[in-house]
Every structure is written in structure tokens, then in C-alpha cells.
């Protein structure tokens, strides 16, 4: 089956500590996205990759990188500096070009301990 | 910059029943898409509907259909004979045709069926 995977489906950070999601797809989709989305509020964009080794920063970068090494994988590191990163983190991939729809995966929430 | 607005953070709509959600958004833009999007309690991100700015005619899927009024900046859902199924936060998105790989969204509004 085709789709987008992300794990795990829950992560635990302690104070201070360095934690990364997992986003993979097998849809063969040339860009990918990282969204967070906190209660009560729709998503807002932290990176996106349109293309493998490239990528950009979102709205709300700060605190937060990501890596590109290969077209099906796309993981973000959410850094001791992101103050606030309890939150619910969804990825999501789409064909190249201006004509295309955004698939998401199921996501993961991060928990700070 | 673009804005998407719905102002609806709650609705209820009896089983079998219609109900329409309403979004509008603020852009200068003459060329875009807009999306619905369902997200139920697993929290996955389901596309429902799309729309292309330059199509007149409103897309349709299935039970789903849009009202889109352009010159008014208005894009409502309405979603037809209701199932238990259609419970969910629903998202109302823009997407820049200039800025084609940034989806701005909505702040949801959260749809309960009541049987």
C-alpha cells in the first residue's frame, strides 16, 4: 500500500534533550512537509522539502531541523531550544509543481516530561 | 498575506441531515486552490474536497459539495445526508499558486453527528 508513515506514534522529551520524528513515504513524492498543530488551532508549516538535499524553513522554524538525505525520508529534529514543543506533529508529501494535493501521514504528539 | 477564516469553531447536524460549514479568506491573488480537509479522532489528516480558483463550476465528491463564491472570498462545505462517520475537526486551506508549496489553514471547525 501506498501512503506516508510517521513514527512513533508518541514521544516523551525531557528537559533539555534532542528528540527526532520519522516521516517516510512510498508514494514517490518529490516534495514533503512538517506541520505542527496545537489544540484549538489548525496547522502551521515548520519546514518543507521540495526536492532531496533542499529544504526550507515555515512559519515557525525556530528550534526545530530537518534533513533530506533521501526522496522517501524526511525526519525532524525538534531541539533543546524549541521552548515549547508539546504539540501534535503531522508530515505530509505531495507531487512537484503547482497542480498537486498534500497527503499526510497519521502524525506524532510530543510530550515534554 | 493570505488568511483563512472560519467562524464556526463548533456545529452539530442531525444524522441524515445537511449541514454547510463556512470558511472565507483574504488574498489578492486571482489564480489559487482551496481544500477541505477531515480530521477525525485518529487525528489523521483526510483531504475531502479541492477546488481551483479558476473553475467556475463547484466541485462535488460524493456526499460533498462546495459553494464558491469568488468575488466574495467564500468557500463553504456542505456535506449531505450525515453519518456518524462525518465527526471530526474539518479545516478549510488555501494555496498560493506564486507560493505553491505553502497550504495555509483555517482554525477548524469541529463537526459532532448526533444519532
Known amino acids: 500500500d501506498g501512503g506516508i508513515t510517521q513514527s512513533p506514534k508518541y514521544l516523551f522529551r525531557k528537559e533539555g534533550q534532542n528528540v527526532t520524528l520519522s516521516c517516510e513515504q512510498n508514494?514517490?513524492?518529490?516534495?514533503m512537509y512538517w506541520y505542527r498543530q496545537d489544540p484549538g488551532q489548525g496547522l502551521r508549516l515548520i519546514y518543507y522539502?521540495?526536492?532531496?538535499?533542499?529544504?526550507q524553513k515555515g512559519d515557525i522554524a525556530e528550534g526545530y531541523s530537518v534533513s533530506r538525505e533521501k526522496k522517501e525520508s524526511f525526519p525532524l529534529t525538534v531541539t533543546s531550544a524549541q521552548k515549547n514543543p508539546t504539540a501534535f506533529y503531522l508530515c505530509?508529501?505531495?507531487?512537484?509543481?503547482?497542480?498537486?494535493?498534500?497527503?499526510f501521514g497519521p502524525g506524532t504528539r510530543l510530550l515534554v516530561l | 498575506a493570505q488568511t483563512v477564516t472560519q467562524s464556526q469553531p463548533e456545529m452539530s447536524v442531525q444524522e441524515a441531515e445537511t449541514v454547510t460549514l463556512s470558511c472565507t479568506y483574504d488574498?489578492?491573488?486571482?489564480?489559487?486552490?482551496l481544500f477541505w480537509y477531515k480530521q477525525p479522532p485518529s487525528r489523521q489528516m483526510i483531504l475531502v474536497i479541492r477546488?481551483?480558483?479558476?473553475?467556475?463550476q463547484n466541485a462535488t465528491e460524493n456526499r460533498f459539495s462546495v459553494n464558491f463564491q469568488k468575488a466574495a472570498k467564500s468557500f463553504s462545505l456542505k456535506i449531505s445526508d450525515s453519518q456518524l462517520g462525518d465527526a471530526a475537526m474539518y479545516f478549510c486551506?488555501?494555496?498560493?499558486?506564486?507560493?505553491?508549496?505553502?497550504?495555509?489553514f483555517g482554525p477548524g471547525t469541529s463537526l459532532s453527528v448526533i444519532p
Open positions: 505530509a508529501s505531495s507531487e512537484a509543481g503547482d497542480q498537486e494535493t498534500q497527503y
Open positions: 508514494l514517490n513524492h518529490d516534495a
Open positions: 522539502s521540495q526536492i532531496v538535499n533542499d529544504f
Open positions: 488574498t489578492s491573488e486571482s489564480d489559487y486552490y
Open positions: 477546488q481551483e480558483a479558476y473553475k467556475q
Open positions: 486551506a488555501y494555496r498560493s499558486f506564486t507560493s505553491y508549496d505553502k497550504v495555509i
